[in-house]
């Protein structure tokens, strides 16, 4: 049996991991650069994912065929645990957090299959890698949504430099301008060249016509009373708003989340962890500030009902 001073060193070791400095410096890398490395880590972090699911729920699929049908609710019951956040870890939608891992090895250790010291260890390793390369793809594609950010405002409102903005720099930001020989700065440009104050247009999508009055089709995730069903609302929203592609969706959002992300999002049964991604679901779809209001409302009941019923 894995002892409590293992459980704690493979806690340490996951907060270790996700304070540590990322191995890479995105500050020196281009747009192209820091998507080609995103969507290898991406891939990477999804055959982990994958790796790890497999073990966990192969596990509990042999106590199921053991027990019963309720097998789940009685795993939950011995680990402590709500139902809904065994069927998470089964479903993937764990948070790379110490609680998540925790919660994950009270299930393996339950489960005959997973009970050896070998195999908790092999899916500590498993978690630890995971959450690294989660974290790297969050700072890249932080980092891409400010290189694209930047490219739109050098384009909105060139700086006088009298050539495109993508020019050669691969969506950098533009280098400072060189000194003159006697080490002062070029004067600044008359106030009229100037670029103006107001920030650039938002790249998010524009409204979504709506229904003709009387005959309003909008999904409405209100009516959802199950978390499958806020996720069958979330598909039915986009197709309401044109079934755009999921890369096309990425683009709105400039690569803030991934298509993959969404891709999984849309495929699963649980409602997003963060309230940042739904909003962005829904602003990329054309949502109104109606829209956005009525989702986040819904997605706040499923929320707090989460929290009540498994506690912090």
């Not at 650039?200 to 089709?217: E, K, M, N, R, V």
Request: glycine share 8%.
């Amino acid at each position: 049996m894995v002892t409590v001073a293992g459980e704690l060193g493979a806690t340490g070791r996951l907060l270790a991991e996700l304070v540590e400095p990322v191995s890479f410096d995105v500050a020196g890398m281009d747009v192209r650069e820091v998507r080609r490395l995103r969507e290898s880590k991406q891939q990477k972090l999804t055959g982990l994912r994958a790796r790890l699911n497999l073990l966990i729920t192969g596990a509990v699929q042999f106590e199921l065929d053991r027990i019963g049908d309720d097998g789940v609710e009685v795993i939950a019951a011995a680990a402590g645990m709500a139902p809904e956040e065994v069927w998470r870890i089964l479903a993937g939608e764990y948070r790379t957090s110490p609680i998540w891992w925790r919660r994950i090895e009270r299930v393996l250790m339950l489960c005959r299959p997973s009970q050896e010291p070998e195999k908790v260890l092999q899916a500590q390793e498993l978690f630890v890698q995971i959450a690294r390369l989660d974290k790297e793809v969050g700072i890249l594609t932080q980092r891409a949504a400010e290189l694209l950010r930047r490219r739109r405002a050098a384009q909105l409102y060139p700086a006088g430099t009298g050539r495109h903005p993508d020019e050669g720099d691969g969506g950098k930001a533009p280098a400072p301008r060189p000194a003159e020989a006697d080490g002062k700065q070029e004067a600044p440009a008359p106030a009229e060249s100037e670029a103006p104050e107001t920030r650039p247009a938002s790249s998010w999508q524009t409204p979504a016509i709506p229904d003709l009055h009387g005959h309003d089709q909008r999904p409405d995730p209100l009516q959802a009373t199950t978390e499958a069903e806020f996720v069958a609302a979330m598909r039915a929203y986009r197709i309401w708003a044109g079934n755009p592609s999921l890369r096309q969706m990425q683009d709105r959002c400039g690569g803030q989340i991934s298509y993959s992300t969404f891709r999984n999002m849309l495929a699963g049964t649980t409602v997003p962890t963060q309230l940042a991604t739904l909003e962005t679901f829904v602003r990329v779809l054309g949502g109104t500030a109606e829209d956005l209001q009525r989702w986040t409302t819904a997605w706040r009941r499923f929320a707090l009902r989460q929290s009540t019923s498994s506690g912090p």
